[in-house]
């Protein structure tokens, strides 16, 4: 066995995501998608400063999957230590990568200990260790870099990210649906520009990570995180909760006289927490809300 053939069989055996095929002597990587049965991998993404001098380190997540939603309830299988288990974690991970979703602040003595994030799914367990490290310190600019957003970077220092409210959510009994509403605000940066249409949060084929279609991909059926559009918009997401969330709309809404207005369907009952997500097209700023969801009433 060459030594590219063998470095191959090892890539496959670690990532289990890549093929190495050998065509002319040329190395080719060729992405195998897996629509289910993969893990979710927590991932950290750095630490910023703030003013207090206490210190916020951001966390993420890769579910390897291309179409499954995996639900990780707070304990053994999705801990966070010190201070754990519940660290401000999501429960419902969404397929293939979400950055920057949460942040865990530590004091400003906190010197070179870590936060450790523990996730178990299919069998497999996977951790992130959140360090100070100076190697691991970003601000906004960089945040807006990796979340895809604008090239100029005067654009980033100039800009206030959107603030937002959402309104309280009564209970609710299934079959019925809950109403949501958010209120939201911003500094009028970036200045408007003509909106590109908002593509569809449920794409028919998969990509790779660079956004390109995989050949004989299966069709991807679960919801992804996409790029907002331009201007103040706000979309949807289930951040915890014992099953599924469907929102109406879907996809990003624009923000019309300061607020939006969706509809949450419930498969189950259950404590469900959802986020409202607000981008200005460059930064953006999530608010939380806890709905409790009851079984239908027994008839007598």
């Not at 090892?10 to 195998?32: D, E, K, T």
């Not at 990210?161 to 958010?182: E, Q, R, S, Y």
């Not at 709309?249 to 006289?257: F, I, L, M, S, T």
Request: a negative charge; aromatic letters at 10%; hydrophobic letters at 35%.
């Amino acid at each position: 066995m060459s030594k590219y053939s063998s470095w191959c069989v090892y890539m496959l055996a670690v990532s289990g995501l890549f093929v190495c095929r050998n065509v002319a002597h040329a190395q080719q990587w060729v992405p195998i998608p897996e629509v289910s049965g993969q893990d979710v991998v927590p991932v950290y993404e750095g630490w910023e400063r703030n003013p207090d001098g206490t210190f916020d380190m951001f966390f993420g997540y890769m579910n390897r999957n291309y179409s499954e939603d995996l639900n990780i309830p707070i304990g053994q299988d999705n801990n966070m230590q010190p201070g754990g288990p519940d660290r401000g974690q999501p429960t419902y991970f969404y397929p293939r990568r979400d950055q920057f979703v949460f942040r865990v602040r530590v004091p400003k003595d906190w010197g070179e200990k870590d936060v450790v994030w523990t996730l178990t799914s299919h069998g497999r367990t996977e951790k992130a260790y959140g360090t100070l490290a100076p190697s691991w310190e970003i601000d906004e600019r960089l945040i807006v870099k990796n979340m895809g957003g604008t090239q100029r970077l005067d654009e980033v220092d100039n800009d206030q990210p959107p603030t937002v409210k959402v309104d309280p959510v009564p209970p609710v009994t299934l079959p019925n649906t809950a109403k949501l509403t958010a209120y939201v605000t911003d500094d009028g940066l970036p200045k408007p520009v003509a909106r590109r249409p908002v593509a569809s949060a449920r794409p028919t084929s998969g990509s790779d990570d660079g956004g390109g279609p995989i050949a004989n991909a299966p069709p991807v059926t679960a919801r992804v995180r996409l790029r907002p559009p331009q201007g103040l918009s706000v979309i949807w997401v289930q951040y915890r909760g014992p099953g599924k969330v469907t929102f109406d709309p879907e996809d990003y809404q624009a923000v019309v006289g300061g607020k939006v207005t969706a509809t949450a369907t419930f498969s189950e009952p259950g404590t469900y927490v959802l986020r409202a997500i607000a981008s200005d097209s460059i930064e953006q700023t999530t608010e939380n809300v806890t709905v409790t969801v009851a079984a239908p009433a027994s008839r007598p």
